[in-house]
């Protein structure tokens, strides 16, 4: 069931154009940072991750971008499709640190 | 492959019952957690468990109880629920590197 704030920050695109999901994290000392998706009555789901010593990396359709002088973290979905409408969470984690830190999220609309 | 599961899917219960969720994963992975997802609070982590025997608070453990006996299981008992224990419960697990998280599906939860 939907269990997700009503009040998350929204993204509404049109099917086949990119998405940028925007996230800032707290932690200067955070060197680990993961995406999850989360679809309707699903868990959240991993996407991708990137270290500190890296300010980009890509996947299949999905890029991270990261910058540690502002502390900030992208996702940047590239043709988007129905199928990734969910909400997104940017998570931080200091290496070893047993707490994940998650984002409010953002939520993501596809118009067919 | 399995992968990690929780149990019951949904629940309802009344004020100062006790009540267990369970969840199991097949991978043995190290570490195990759960977390509360609410509206407004997004995903905050209640306790984890480093391996067995070994457990710890997260950030909102008041009222709730875990236990570790074997690797693959991790079971969540609320006590005495209350009403503002009504949330959506997710078990997650990764390696000993705590890196990116696996989620179970969540059990939905209503104390009434």
């Known amino acids: 069931g939907e269990s997700v704030g009503l009040h998350l920050p929204t993204l509404s695109v049109q099917e086949g154009d990119n998405s940028i999901i925007n996230c800032a994290y707290s932690?200067?000392?955070?060197?680990?940072f993961i995406w999850y998706k989360q679809e309707s009555g699903k868990g959240p789901q991993f996407i991708i991750d990137?270290?500190?010593?890296?300010d980009k990396r890509q996947g299949q359709r999905v890029t991270v971008l990261l910058n540690k002088t502002v502390k900030h973290l992208s996702l940047q979905i590239a043709a988007t499709q129905p199928g990734d409408s969910a909400v997104y969470f940017c998570?931080?984690?200091?290496?070893?640190?047993?707490?994940?830190?998650f984002g409010a999220g953002t939520r993501l609309f596809v118009k067919a | 492959d399995a992968g990690i599961t929780q149990s019951p899917r949904y629940k309802i219960t009344e004020t100062g019952r006790q009540v267990t969720l369970m969840c199991h994963q097949t991978w043995s992975h190290s570490y195990m957690f759960w977390y509360r997802q609410d509206l407004g609070h997004g995903l905050r982590l209640i306790y984890y468990s480093a391996a067995a025997d070994i457990t710890d608070k997260g950030e909102v453990p008041d009222g709730y109880v875990v236990s570790r006996s074997k690797t693959e299981n991790f079971p969540l008992t609320l006590e005495s629920a209350t009403r503002s224990q009504t949330s959506v419960y997710f078990c997650?697990?990764?390696?000993?590197?705590?890196?990116?998280?696996?989620f179970g599906s969540g059990t939905q939860l209503s104390v009434l």
């Open positions: 998570a931080e984690n200091r290496n070893g640190g047993f707490k994940t830190i």
């Open positions: 932690n200067s000392a955070s060197d680990y």
């Open positions: 990137i270290r500190s010593n890296m």
């Open positions: 997650a697990s990764t390696t000993a590197n705590i890196e990116k998280l696996f």
